[in-house]
């Protein structure tokens, strides 16, 4: 397991990205496939760690449980576009410095690339407001330890449990021709699926 690195902001997110995180047009000739964003918020519920997870109500990943997040805007920052996306899809505001920033998925679906994308993770633990539905997402509080991984992405599996305990993750995921199972992987913060 790689060890935690907690990035907020400034400085942070810049070392952990190696640059501050913002689009350019430069950054998106690049790479050719968009970047979006996922946040895991964590609080201390009556018998343990909880996390925030929706099931997804429209686009890509309908049904599937997932973490509030979405398409970063140009010009905007991985950060930035966090605390948009939480305050749209489950009502709660976020502070840039709450943010911990956690990682990089690189996910490739070579089957249907229109659904190839870059995601940066991040962990959050304060935020103001209680979280309500969206068109987007209907969340919920789940304990950590039961977290059902066979509704979300094939992938959670493999690094969610890690980012969820501190560590980091950087990592690429191919899928298989079924666009919904995990073909190979390469990258760090990845453990074996339970």
Do not use: N
């Not at 991040?122 to 407001?129: D, L």
């Amino acid at each position: 397991m790689v060890p935690p690195q907690h990035a907020c902001h400034g400085e942070s997110v810049r070392h952990f990205f190696g640059h501050t995180g913002r689009v350019t047009p430069r950054d998106e000739r690049k790479s050719q496939h968009p970047r979006v964003v996922v946040v895991y918020l964590l609080r201390e519920g009556a018998a343990g760690p909880e996390v925030l997870l929706g099931e997804k109500r429209r686009g890509l990943g309908t049904g599937r449980l997932v973490g509030p997040g979405g398409k970063r805007e140009p010009g905007e920052t991985a950060v930035e576009t966090a605390v948009r996306e939480v305050r749209e899809e489950v009502g709660l505001r976020l502070e840039t410095a709450d943010l911990e920033a956690r990682g990089t998925l690189d996910y490739r679906f070579p089957f249907r690339p229109s659904w190839s994308q870059v995601s940066d993770v991040f962990v959050c633990r304060r935020w103001q407001g209680d979280p309500s539905a969206s068109d987007e997402l209907e969340p919920r509080w789940i304990p950590v330890d039961d977290v059902p991984y066979d509704a979300m992405w094939d992938d959670a599996r493999y690094w969610l449990p890690g980012v969820l305990a501190g560590g980091t993750v950087r990592a690429r995921f191919t899928f298989a021709e079924d666009d919904a199972t995990v073909a190979g992987f390469t990258g760090t913060g990845v453990g074996s699926p339970d």
